[in-house]
């Protein structure tokens, strides 16, 4: 039996075929490009369909085994609203998008920002959707023609099945979704002017969508009898995938943003949440919360800093036939730098969300080298999740240690820094796509090849390495982090 996971992201979609013990059997993947200028950020959708058929008809022609079941995880908050005929009637605009500001004050002014944060689970931003179908809907036709309005995940499960079902934890990214009565709230829709019957079902985790429908499997030469199943959002896959089942272990995913996801003892909705910009959202797991932080600029900017700082140093990595991140890492194993960074290049994530915050680099001098701002890089991010954590602990947060996941977590020298700055074990996975292992999961579950999630968990995520805290670095990072907290207060407003 072969289950597999899909993964549409913002930069392309990968998908791997697994085994119940969590072996890759097949794996395929497609880029594309994002759109957009002056703080717009877009996909095209047909653009993504495109390449996600060209993954699926790929899996069809060459994956040794038949799939008996796939589940989809997907970015967040993006919408597709489709025409009768099937059609996208605009771009979806992607989490770092600048539009839908004014609209979230409106949305604060109208509703009430405790109100809107206990339907939710979401302190009023524009990071997350309704502000931004708002402006779509100002601004366009889409809402008011759409037959459809759908996520990524349902999207495809649209496209492959007929069926339209979401998951809770995609529906939550919206800022229109009850978490308590797991539906939708149609006084928060109508600011947008959308119907509830324009949004797809949202369904239990596990739920089987449907079987591919017969034209679609022959058109990408696809078992006949693969059953979709509803999988989630791909930061909350990502936690599922990395082992996450208690309040003990937090999940870190280092992709374009990071998030750090910890479970909370229950439903937690007070004022000190929304000031702090903490979520409170539905877990893939039944009955569960987790609250989460985030650094929107993760991999963006290490891209950025390769790109500009250091592009000499990447043409001679690439001379060399050698991984920039690899050597990059290396050459700043050792360094210990009075350079500071606040990681806030044009977004910020908690505890102040933003979606047009501006960075800091100090402590420089004539004789600063740009490995120096890269490894102050490095930290600044670490440092930038510990503080959000120390504010969140005294929620009753239990975290003990971390699973790092994702791109950045191939990086040994980033996880000893978190490490050493959290003073608590980090760990790395035997299968670093933690999302569609997830998803893999979730399939395999919903048609009953595991007796349950937690069954699948135990059989198939397993640990690769463990990073243990040094208390020397530690008491260094804790001398510098006192020195970031100052910064960070000074300047995290500054335009």
Known sequence: MAFAGLDVGTSGSKMLVYDLDGNIIFTASRKYTELGDNGRRELEPETVMKYVKEVLREAGDNCPEKIDAMAVTSLGESVVCLDKNNRALANSMLTGDCRGIPETQEIIDRIGAQKIFEITGLPPNELYGLPKYMWLNRNSDAVKNAKAILFYEDYVGYMLTGERKVSYSSAARSMAFDIRKKDW?????????????????????????????????????????????????????????????????GECGMGTCEFIFTMLPHAVMTPYMIENDFTCIPYILPGTYLSSLEVTTCGVLKNWARDTILKGFKMECESRGENFYACIDKAIADIRTDVMVLPQFG?????????????????????????????????????????????????GTEMESIVATGGGAVSDLTLQIRADVFDMKVMSLENEESGTLACMIMAAAGVGAYPSIQDGIKRAVKIKKVFTPDSEMHAYYMEKFRKYKLLYEKMYDFK
């Open 185 to 249: 709230s149609e006084e928060l829709l109508s600011l947008a002017d959308i119907r509830k019957e324009q949004m797809s079902e949202p369904v239990e985790p596990c739920t089987v969508i449907g079987t591919i429908l017969p034209e679609v499997a022959e058109e990408l030469h696809l078992n006949p009898d693969m059953k979709l199943v509803v999988g989630g959002h791909d930061q909350s896959c990502a936690a599922l995938g990395s082992g996450l089942t208690d309040m003990k272990t």
């Open 347 to 395: 977004s910020a994530g908690n505890p102040d969300l933003s979606m047009d915050a501006r960075g800091t680099i100090t402590g420089l001098t004539i004789h600063t080298k740009a490995e120096e701002i890269y490894r102050a890089i490095l930290e600044g991010m670490a440092f930038q999740m510990y503080l959000s954590y120390e504010r969140l602990k005294s929620l």
